[in-house]
């Protein structure tokens, strides 16, 4: 299908699903969305190398035979399923530098940058937000570039949202 073409047969997606399903990714997991149901589901690799794999399945705890099958159902049915955009997609890092330039105030701009350099970045320009009493504003900020990402992928792939 083209992207832009809308999924006929579809309901709407809950666009905060679609957020969660970005954010709960991992480096060795993808979120997808399921076509049929409007569903989203995240697939951690190493459920997917078990789907594929003969082993028994009698021998792991109930939830994890669960993912196992759904991640089967996956693997066959390919095509009802979209990828999310991956944490890749989302350049957490341009968000904060985006975020710092916005501030109107100099001096909380200029240490906030020097702070988002080098090794531990993330956790130096949190204790910045804390000591400038920004952080709320900052999750806002982020909640925001978060959800144009969604709403922008959701569009790219003509998927209605709610």
Same mark, same amino acid.
């Given at each position: 299908m083209e992207p832009g073409t809308p999924y006929r047969h579809m309901m709407k997606v809950n666009l905060k699903k679609i957020i969660e399903g970005i954010e709960f990714q991992g480096d060795e997991s993808q979120s997808y969305l399921?076509?049929?149901?409007? +569903?989203?589901?995240?697939? &951690?690799?190493?459920?997917?190398?078990?789907? +594929?794999s003969d082993e028994d399945l009698s021998v792991h705890a109930e939830w994890y035979r669960e993912a196992i099958e759904? &991640?089967?159902?996956?693997?066959n049915n390919e095509d009802d399923y979209i990828p999310l955009p991956s944490k890749f997609d989302f350049h957490e890092y341009r968000v904060i530098? +985006?975020?710092?330039?916005? #501030?109107?105030?100099? +001096?909380?701009?200029?240490e906030l940058l020097s702070l988002i350099k080098g090794k531990g970045a993330f956790a130096?320009?949190?204790?910045?937000?804390?000591?400038? #009493?920004?952080?709320?504003?900052?999750?806002?900020?982020?909640?925001?570039a #978060?959800?144009?990402? &969604?709403?922008?992928?959701?569009?790219?792939?003509?998927?209605?949202f709610q």
């Open positions: 399921k076509i049929s149901s409007g +569903e989203v589901v995240l697939f &951690a690799d190493e459920v997917l190398a078990a789907a +594929e759904q &991640a089967q159902e996956f693997i530098e +985006e975020f710092i330039l916005s #501030l109107p105030i100099g +001096e909380q701009r200029d130096r320009f949190k204790h910045g937000l804390e000591r400038f #009493l920004l952080l709320e504003k900052w999750y806002q900020y982020r909640d925001r #978060l959800t144009e990402l &969604a709403e922008g992928w959701c569009r790219d792939n003509g998927i209605e």
